[in-house]
T-cell receptor
């Protein structure tokens, strides 16, 4: 079983639609990160959330850390084709190791 | 400022062959990492280094060796490649005091026949 469970695994939507992807665990974390990976590239850090209940916004992207610090969500408003990619959540384990979820593949069609 | 670079970008090997993947970073980061990415499994840590001359095992170290002779370089070696090592390999680096902010290279796609 994976430490981080991401859902859905795949999402295909039309430009302009809203969507939410999730990252869940049974463990409590001091912080959680979201990365976006475009085809043929390495992951790029989008945001780090550290406080239970914290909400961070990055343009049309809204990130929330669960109150109990076990889960997180990423909401995209009015999705655009440029949002297409693999969205990964990650947590630091044992101080030195970043552990990733399997990711959500998002495809936004124009 | 190139960030993290990886060579080669693509490679095809036959079972039993050996190769070395090179990672270089120009951000003066203390920590460096090697991950592999397989469909449906996210990124998994192979080995990492907390400084020049020091390496440690990650989640999936078997079949791989690493070396960090210079602070800016981190090498990943496959002594006898197996088809199970077909994957995309990513190198990353971070500062010692912000280890959860990692900067990734563009990846190396390796196929072992």
């Amino acid at each position: 079983t994976q430490l981080l469970e991401q859902s859905p695994q795949f999402l295909s939507i039309q430009e302009g639609e809203n969507l939410t992807v999730y990252c869940n665990s049974s463990s409590v974390f001091s912080s959680l990160q979201w990365y976006r990976q475009e085809p043929g590239e390495g992951p790029v850090l989008l945001v780090t959330v550290v406080t239970g209940g914290e909400v961070k916004k990055l343009k049309r992207l809204t990130f929330q850390f669960g109150d109990a610090r076990k889960d997180s969500s990423l909401h995209i408003t009015a999705a655009q084709p440029g949002d297409t990619g693999l969205y990964l959540c990650a947590v630091m384990e044992y101080g030195n190791k970043l552990v990733f979820g399997a990711g959500t593949i998002l495809r936004v069609k124009s | 400022n190139a960030g993290v670079t990886q060579t080669p970008k693509f490679r095809v090997l036959k079972t039993g062959q050996s190769m070395t993947l090179l990672c270089a970073q120009d951000m003066n980061h203390e920590y460096m990492y090697w991950y592999r990415q397989d469909p449906g499994m996210g990124l998994r840590l192979i080995h990492y280094s907390v400084g020049e001359g020091t390496t440690a095992k990650g989640e999936v170290p078997d079949g791989y060796n690493v070396s960090r002779l210079k602070k800016q370089n981190f090498l990943l070696g496959l002594e006898s490649a197996a088809p199970s090592q077909t994957s995309v390999y990513f190198c990353a680096s971070s500062r010692r005091d912000i280890r959860n902010t990692q900067y990734f290279g563009p990846g190396t796609r390796l196929t072992v026949l």
